[in-house]
């Protein structure tokens, strides 16, 4: 089946690090992404890892992939309050037609405070 | 350049009312897709297009019609508006082809409430 889980919340103080998880269930996705949406916005590409990756690093943003758990992360390191936002995992399947789909968590809402 | 736009921003519907919501590219991208999202559901796919002439059914494409007479536009039409559909509506578009590359690019989406 196609289901993807997140945290709906997480609060973090200024300066910390902040990790969002992610499970997924399909073990066909290929690509894992992660996008970030600001109030008012659409969703914004943050990064993406190929499955037979294992980490990927991005400046401050760093994907871990689990492959076996199907599990993703997403670390943001030294948090500023520019980060609030709703981040969305999403994992990339093939659909009808080959059209890539894109199946979305609920996304993880990330306050972060002085 | 103006990548993808969507209008309306914000829109009230009374039951029954049918409207079109409008999206355009003017990144030459073959794919565009329509995408609902609601709280605490993520954003989930109603149709998506693969070129002009060409469209498809996503997950919840009920109440909802698509044509994509051009590259640049694809309207997504609700025939007679239920307030099942009061949601915030992504355009989303992408280029075909290599994976890894085929990003896809949101609008900034239309705010619809059916009453």
């Known amino acids: 089946g196609e289901d993807v889980e997140q945290s709906l919340f997480l609060s973090v103080r200024e300066g910390d690090s902040s990790v969002i998880n992610c499970t997924y269930t399909?073990?066909?996705?290929?690509?894992l992404y992660w996008y970030k949406q600001e109030p008012g916005a659409g969703l914004q590409l943050l990064t993406y890892?190929?499955?037979?990756?294992d980490m990927k690093q991005d400046q401050r943003l760093t994907v871990l992939l689990n492959k076996k758990d199907k599990h993703l992360s997403l670390r943001i390191a030294d948090t500023q309050t520019g980060d609030s936002a709703i981040y969305f995992c999403?994992?990339?399947?093939?659909?009808?037609?080959?059209?890539?789909?894109?199946?979305f968590g609920a996304g993880t809402r990330l306050a972060v405070h002085p | 350049n103006a990548g993808v736009t969507q209008t309306p921003k914000f829109q009230v519907l009374k039951t029954g009312q049918s409207m079109t919501l409008q999206c355009a590219q003017d990144m030459n991208h073959e794919y565009m897709s329509w995408y609902r999202q609601d709280p605490g559901m993520g954003l989930r796919l109603i149709h998506y297009s693969v070129g002009a002439g060409i469209t498809d059914q996503g997950e919840v494409p009920n109440g909802y019609n698509v044509s994509r007479s051009t590259t640049e536009d694809f309207p997504l039409r609700l025939l007679s508006a239920a307030p099942s559909q009061t949601s915030v509506y992504f355009c989303?578009?992408?280029?075909?082809?290599?994976?890894?590359?085929?990003?896809?690019?949101f609008g900034p989406g239309t705010r619809l409430t059916v009453l």
């Open positions: 890892i190929f499955s037979n990756m």
């Open positions: 399909d073990s066909s996705s290929t690509y």
């Open positions: 989303a578009t992408s280029v075909a082809g290599t994976p890894g590359q085929d990003t896809q690019y």
């Open positions: 999403a994992e990339r399947l093939k659909f009808s037609g080959g059209y890539n789909k894109l199946i």
